[in-house]
DNA sequence: CTTTATACCTTGTATTGCTAGGTATGCTAC
DNA sequence: GTAGCATACCTAGCAATACAAGGTATAAAG
């Protein structure tokens, strides 16, 4: 599916999620596995993200063809399950900036004026 | 309801919607009714809301007494539903506006970082 | 009187966040 | 060595909601 076919689907469900923004933005600092990204999440935003919110939304993440997966077994600890932003979640994560920016923008401005 | 009360329940909906807090800033700003409403939003952040949407929503706000409606005949025209934000719609819009800036700035950092 | 614009509403569908459960692995204390 | 805990992932079902697509009613304009 291409970018923009993507964000038209994005759009109208933007304001239900900055959560695959962050997510997004997130990986796109490197690689990371869910366990770890809920606990990182929760200490950057404060947001507690549910298990049950967070597996199902990578895995749509990885359906769209934003990320892709890897399983990785480290030296000590339980397999991980290493998410990876494609360049089509680097695209797309280039126009949710876009649109947060003007939307943040527009939010900045109504707070001026009340 | 109170105040915190509709605050918990706001919160895991916050992602889903900058909607309601788009609305109560708007509102705050003075009365308006619903199809002005869209209107505004429409101009202020190229958001397109509709009508499907927008009502639905505004009754929602009413009903956890966020806003009160009010019809109106204009002396030209049809009559229209104003609504007006209530001492608690004010209040919520309050904490709302924390949330946003403490998102906006986690976010900002996740942006700065990459 | 027909059309257009204004203004509000509802039904049904798809999506999604979350609760509440589950599984499996490895580490640690006894 | 085994019981308990932490790590790490997953799913079913529920409730909320954005939206499309339809509807109603009024009044202005042609």
New binding site residues.
């Given amino acids: 599916m291409e970018s923009d076919k993507i964000i038209e689907r994005w ?3 933007f ?3 900055l ?2 923004y962050i997510i997004l933005l997130k990986l796109q600092q490197g690689d990371i ?4 990204l809920a606990i990182e999440i929760k200490k950057l935003t404060s947001i507690e ?5 967070l ?6 993440l990885k359906r769209d063809g934003l990320v892709s997966a890897e399983w990785k ?2 030296e ?7 998410y990876e932003i494609t360049a089509l979640g680097i695209e797309t994560l280039a126009k949710m900036k876009n649109t947060w920016l003007e939307t943040h923008n527009s939010i900045i401005n109504l707070v001026m004026q009340s």
């Fill in positions: 759009l109208p469900q304001r239900k999620g959560l695959e596995y869910g366990y770890e993200v549910a298990e049950g919110t597996y199902p939304l990578l895995n749509r077994t480290p000590v600890g339980s397999p991980r399950k290493y």
